[in-house]
């Protein structure tokens, strides 16, 4: 679709600018194919992207378009199987960057805005103590009456 979006566009101009507009099309189609799908496929699965590409390669020869659309899961799935037979529980944790962790990634909590804008912090914190110390009682109170 895209390359007939840009054909059309390219009729505008000069003859020459089609046969441009086509090669470089297949230029980058190739190049995405070759090389950064597997790159993507390999991080984003924490397997190499030589595995990603031969697994590629081999499923889109034995089952075409089909093949190619479940070579990469199978592939992760074969390598798994096989890394368990060689090294029985020992998973490795997904690989995380030096000192990065979740909680670092999340962003930092802002402080609840004061509403009724009279009161002091202290007392604020004051009856929200006291208000969960009354809820506490009172499920308390349920789970003895059940």
Not at 12 to 33: D, E, I, R
């Amino acid at each position: 679709m895209s390359l007939a979006l840009s054909v059309l566009i390219a009729l505008t101009f000069k003859p020459q600018v089609v046969l441009w507009v086509v090669l470089l099309y297949f230029a980058v189609a190739q190049t995405q194919a070759s090389v950064l799908q597997p790159i993507f496929y390999g991080k984003a699965v924490d397997v190499h992207p030589a595995a990603i590409l031969i697994a590629l390669l081999v499923g889109g020869q034995i089952g075409g378009v089909f093949g190619a659309l479940f070579a990469v899961p199978l592939a992760v799935v074969l390598l798994t199987v096989l890394d368990e037979i060689e090294k029985p529980g020992q998973a490795e944790p997904p690989p995380q960057e030096e000192g990065e962790s979740l909680a670092k990634k999340l962003p930092p909590k802002q402080p609840a805005e004061d509403t009724e804008g009279g009161e002091d912090e202290g007392e604020v914190e004051e009856n929200d103590e006291d208000t969960m110390e009354e809820d506490l009682g009172e499920d308390e109170d349920e789970k003895a009456d059940a």
